[in-house]
């Protein structure tokens, strides 16, 4: 065999083309496939439209999650938000690589006791807990976050009927520099409230307060943010330590990281601007390790991160229906999916890409839905190459808040498949038909018959 020539390593700048006065070219390669799977088979087998999530990248992201936090901070704890996503295959994939549940209602909370999540590893967040839904958690030894005062009395009263010590930590709004400022849930920091909740738990002795938690928002872009909490959860804990010389077991900093989706009306697509995990894990772990807790009960830290952690393992695979113009002359492109099973289309300019091989020329269309409805609109403004009926779509980073929020409303959900390690693929929901809409419909006996009376 001849040697071949030696070429010395260089370093090039990559160029990506000559952007416009809109930004760049939306799309230069067609999505074909994913993790190796082909779209066309996908969709042939499948059916249109239909969501695909990859367990590769809920793996990878996951694991890059925890690496930037468990590299700074001695010990990290995941616990998965269910309300994000809480199709069983994917809550199963981030219990599998050790996350916890973190569940907001009683619904949330059995379905993470049917996943085999154990109760002492269930965090129950919300303001909605009712009397059952606390006896259940309880029972269980799951975290119970307090919301408000009510639920706290309603605690006491359940300590002493059910002769046991529930374990409880309190949920913390404060002032964090994110204006509107989430006041809405949990216990201020500023105006004292939070000390009014923990000397009640503390002097009450009914529970066991074993941590402190704060969600502050969501798609929240500056981790300075997460450090003001950190810090002022961190003054807390050490406030207990000195006033009772009680421990707290850990400090969960709740979710709300922004993902790699682009917000509607921002300057820069969010792929440039959304901080990375390392980012956030250094505001959040500096905090804890420059506060003054004591360095023998350093507590354990929880994230309940959820968007950040699965909108990239979604898509949302779609066929063009036709092309239409409108009365001014734009071009519209109808679609096989709308934003009853794309809630985030409503605040999210979601990436849109052909799914076949295309040319150089692109046209500034509007994406619609199929819904009979003028608000279903999947892209109000993209450039794209023209495509013709039959063509399909890729739309991508659908993962978070999609697959709960959706909603059947004038035709089914479709199916959902999962794509594993191997690059083999597996339905995890199926569509749903008449039979399974109408299963918990009755009409009164005088409307069998519908002849004109
Ligand atoms: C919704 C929610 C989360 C997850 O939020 P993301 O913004 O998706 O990361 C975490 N904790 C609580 C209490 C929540 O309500």
New binding site residues.
């Given amino acids: 065999m001849e040697k071949k020539i030696f070429e010395r390593p260089l370093i090039k700048k990559l160029q990506t083309g000559m952007p416009n006065k809109f930004g760049t070219k939306t799309e230069y390669d067609p999505i074909t496939d994913i993790d190796g799977v082909a779209i066309k088979g996908l969709m042939a087998q499948y059916g249109s439209p239909l969501f695909v999530i990859s367990e590769n990248t809920i793996r990878e992201t996951y694991r890059e999650a925890y690496r930037a936090f468990s590299t700074r901070y001695p010990r990290v704890q995941f616990a998965w ?1 269910y ?2 996503n809480y199709l069983s295959a994917v809550c199963r994939t981030f219990h599998q690589e050790g996350s916890w549940a ?1 569940v ?1 209602s009683g619904f949330e909370f059995e379905k993470a006791l049917q996943n085999g999540v154990a109760g002492k590893n269930i965090i129950f ?1 919300g303001p909605d807990k009712s009397t059952a839904d606390l006896t259940m958690a309880i029972n269980h030894g799951a975290y119970i976050h307090i919301d408000h005062f009510d639920e706290l009395f309603l605690l006491n009263e359940l300590a002493d009927k059910l002769q046991k010590k529930p374990k409880v930590s309190i949920r913390v709004n404060m002032d964090t520099g994110i204006y509107p400022q989430w006041s809405r849930f949990g216990f201020n920091y500023e105006n004292g409230e939070a000390w009014e909740a923990l000397n009640r738990i503390m002097l009450g002795k009914k529970l066991e307060l074993v941590g402190l938690h704060c ?1 502050i928002g ?1 798609y929240i872009m500056t981790p300075t943010a997460y450090g003001i909490a950190a810090s002022k959860l961190a003054d807390l804990a050490v406030g207990l330590a000195s006033k009772y010389k009680h421990n707290i077991s850990y400090i969960d900093m ?4 922004a993902s790699k989706n682009t917000l509607k009306g921002a300057y820069l697509p969010g792929s440039d601007t959304c901080p990375s995990f390392d980012a956030y894990a250094d505001a959040i772990t500096s905090a804890l390790i420059n506060s003054s807790i004591s360095p023998d009960h350093i507590p354990m830290l929880i994230l ?5 952690l699965v909108d990239d393992a979604g898509y949302l695979l779609s066929s063009v229906i036709a092309n239409k113009r409108l009365a001014d002359g734009k071009l519209a492109t109808i679609v096989d999916a709308g934003v009853n099973i794309l809630f985030t289309s409503f605040w999210y300019d979601h990436k849109v890409t052909p799914a076949q091989p295309f040319g150089y020329h692109t046209e500034d269309m509007i994406i619609y839905g199929p819904l009979c409805m003028n608000i279903d609109v999947i892209r109000e403004y993209i450039s794209l190459p023209p495509m013709k009926k039959g063509d399909h779509i890729v739309i991508s980073r659908v993962g ?1 808040y999609n697959m709960t929020q959706w909603m059947q409303f004038i035709s089914y959900r479709p199916k959902v498949v999962m794509i594993d390690m191997h690059n083999a693929v597996h339905l995890v929901r199926e569509n749903e038909d008449l039979s399974y809409v109408c299963q918990l419909e009755k009409h009164p006996e005088h409307l069998n018959d519908i002849k004109p009376l």
């Fill in positions: 938000s309300k994000t973190e907001v967040n969600h969501t709740g979710g709300g990281f309940e991160t959820g968007r950040a978070a």
